[in-house]
């Protein structure tokens, strides 16, 4: 019942930074974390981070710990992902996803948002 929409793609180069956005809307019945996943082109669809309703608890993959922070806003309908010291390994389709907990599955997505870091 929710949709997700991801803004704040673009191309950057190696070391720089860029910010992601999603926003939801739509019918909520619960509390929901969300939830960036990234898909680079001939790889698999790989977590990034996580953050839970309240915003005070977040998850990382090694891959991006120390590099990316996951924040969500006050009104708990936007998530932001802040990368920093981006690499070229960061290029990839961005995907915002959410989830009802305590469910494990994610059950919105958005339709995702590409990040191009060049050398």
């Known amino acids: 019942q929710l949709q997700l929409v991801e803004s704040g793609g673009g191309l950057v180069q190696a070391g720089e930074s860029l910010r992601l956005s999603c926003e939801a809307s739509?019918?909520?019945?619960?509390?929901?974390?969300m939830a960036w996943f990234r898909q680079a082109p001939g790889k698999e669809r790989e977590f990034v981070a996580a953050?839970?309703?309240?915003?005070?608890?977040?998850q990382y993959a090694d891959s991006v710990q120390g590099r990316f922070t996951i924040s969500r806003t006050n009104a708990k309908n936007t998530v932001n992902l802040q990368m920093n010291s981006l690499k070229p390994d960061d290029t990839a389709i961005y995907y915002c996803a959410a989830r009802f907990v305590p469910r494990s599955e994610y059950s919105s997505w958005g339709q995702g948002i590409q990040v191009t870091v060049s050398s």
């Open positions: 739509g019918r909520a019945f619960g509390p929901y974390a």
């Open positions: 953050i839970n309703w309240s915003g005070n608890s977040a």
